[in-house]
């Protein structure tokens, strides 16, 4: 600002010797520069630039002039510089101090003048210099007016911010109602995304189609598919693909080639269209025909102005979604530590007292001591009911190891307890299905494992997981007594089993296992392509 006000002073008088009031402008300014946080020393060499200001102002008006009288471009040229000591007042909050600065400058150009002289005469009067100086004051004051209503503005929202939980009680009863007031009152990402597909189809050609939405580990998941075969879709964010240019472009894409990891060749067009919520990017719509240029730009524009409303209801989806599941987590914890700080420990202390009192039984006392043994025996088998429980409660599926990981783990430390012989057989994608609906097989698989440890009778546990995104399938069988047996509660846990099925979308299938047993398995999306590859395999076979 001193080399502005410089230039422009040198601009007005045409006289070099005019710029040691700007020398003298830094030299009051320097103590706040160098010590901006002292109490003392800032505000004095702030009020100290603003009478240089005013003096340097009147001076060098009176030696810019025109036919005898001072114009006030000389004035304006040097009273720029008062836009940094008020600024520094504002970004410092020091309000008051600046309108003081203010009123000491608005004094000092008043005074200067009254004392300064123009061929004889008074510049006071001149009608120039006194609307310059008050067009820069009433600036100046303006800026500063404005810094400590926005100031005050802003310490009131800050202040009177709700709370965390009662911001979070408000926006979810807002969800609620939305929720309620929705077309088939459904916030299901898969649905919609199946609805988009379906839309998208009508529009443009598309022997494959996909939407996909953003997971961990900088990934996509399938959350919905439509064509004759699944496909392996390129999920990576990192790669070298029209996906990944589409999502950190966040514009539609089209391509010459296949998005799918193996693709069987010949003329083939992507169109990629980022579904995008605002500013984020949440999914991807992925087109795909068998012939060439079958997007062309009025075709994209058709597609995209379907997906701009379409990204805002998966938003709300998704959003739902991980609340929900925020919730659900945050509720398995809480239960898992009253079990753990309650009954869990009241067991052990009870079977504590079981031990010490067959420690002191009289040796004649059999029957007594039986029963002793009974019942402890019976606080073993439910403590470590009640460790299983915990144990269930707590498992995730982890991010990184995965679905079939996660099952794996559960079925070996059921089967461990139960002294039941564990088959396993794993098969899943790199792929990922969406968060919601791996926690949802994930406890599928665990009710189907703890009905068989439980009920059954069985000695052997066959748990197979398949996982081809959006296609999955988790099975449990067991050579147990068969469903007809089991208790009630199992039943139960079949309806339970049933229900999590339904809200993914899912079938779950029960049916006796040949020559005992029971198997129960759940299945999502469509398998056909998995049976045609079996079915060429079993046809190689017997060749």
Known sequence: MLALVAVLTLLATRDVGQLWWIALLGVAGLPAALAPQHRLLGPLSRFAEVVVLGLAASQVAADTTLDGAANGLGASAVLAYLAVPVTVTALRRRFREGAALLAVCAATLLISAALTGVDGGRQLGQPGYLAVCAQWLILAGLGLYTAGTLHRVMRVRVEGKPQPYAEATRLLTQLRTVARQLPGATLDPGGISEHLLEELRTVARAERAAVLSASGGGR???????????????????????????????????????????????????????????????????????????????????????????????????????????????????????????????????????????????????????????????????????????????????????LAAAIAEYARTVGASGGLRVHLSLDESTARLPAATEAELLRIAQEAVTNARKHAGASNLWVTCEVDPPYAQIEVSDDGHGIGEQRPDGHYGLAIMAERAERIRGRLEIRPRRPTGTTVAVVLGSSSRRDKVRGNAAAAEGE
């Open 220 to 402: 996509l998941v399938v959350l919905a598919q439509v064509g004759v075969d699944r496909v392996d879709w390129e999920t990576t964010l990192d790669a070298d693909s029209a996906i990944a240019d589409a999502w950190a472009s966040q514009q539609p894409q089209t391509a010459s080639r296949s998005q799918a990891r193996s693709h069987a060749g010949g003329d083939v067009s992507a169109l990629i269209v980022p579904l995008v919520a605002g500013v984020r990017t949440i999914g991807m719509l992925v087109m795909e025909a068998d012939a060439a240029q079958a997007y062309p730009p009025p075709v994209v524009s058709r597609v995209t102005a379907l997906t701009r409303p379409a990204a805002l209801r998966l938003e709300a989806a998704l959003l739902f979604d991980d609340v929900r599941s925020l919730a659900t987590n945050e509720e398995r914890q809480r239960l898992a530590r009253e079990i753990h700080d309650g009954v869990a420990q009241e067991l052990v202390m009870v079977g504590y007292g079981i031990d010490n009192a067959l420690a002191t039984v009289f040796e004649d006392a059999d029957e007594t001591a039986e029963s002793l043994r009974q019942l402890r025996q019976e606080v073993t088998r439910v403590i470590t009911e009640l460790r299983l429980s915990l144990f269930e409660l707590r498992s995730e599926v982890d991010r990184q190891g995965g």
